[in-house]
């Protein structure tokens, strides 16, 4: 099945590079948004935990839970925890709480695409030939959503900003 959830072309321009990881944050957004009933936040009232750690190479991630959800740095709606996980907890005050994590088998099955090779080498996204980032995010679209995520709803989780 390919996902219904691709990032406008735009939200490439906004990242600065391809790469399959701002996709995956998207997508990772918009389906936590379904999964609790929210729009996208205007204002001050949805909020995004990133549990990626400090200099993780998937970073990415992040800028596509921004531009999905509209739950920004800027707003003070984003904060990462730093536990080192490929993982976002995402919090609506009337809503609940839902954590979206990438399965390990779907890492894995990503992380033999060539476009990682390149990475492991030390070449950085926008210098990596477009068509080995294209495959890799073609092969990421088409990915069933429960081959992605894991989805755990988190009914004690809560927030005071």
């Not at 839902?98 to 090779?117: C, I, N, Q, T, W």
């Amino acid at each position: 099945m390919t996902t219904h959830f691709t990032p406008p072309e735009w939200a490439f321009e906004f990242h600065g590079h391809r790469c399959p990881f701002m996709p995956i944050g998207y997508r990772m957004g918009r389906l936590a948004m379904v999964e609790l009933g929210v729009e996208r936040e205007p204002d001050h009232g949805f909020y995004v935990f990133p549990e990626l750690g400090e200099g993780h190479p998937q970073t990415c991630l992040m800028d596509g839970l921004q531009i999905a959800t509209g739950a920004t740095y800027g707003k003070v709606l984003m904060a990462k925890t730093f536990y080192g996980k490929l993982a976002a907890t995402f919090y609506h005050p009337h809503r609940g709480a839902v954590r979206y994590s990438l399965k390990p088998e779907f890492v894995d099955a990503m992380g033999e695409f060539e476009f990682f090779a390149y990475r492991k080498r030390g070449v950085e996204p926008s210098q990596i030939p477009a068509p080995v980032t294209d495959e890799v995010i073609h092969w990421v679209a088409k990915q069933a959503d429960e081959s992605i995520f894991k989805i755990e709803p988190k009914p004690d989780f809560s927030f005071t900003p």
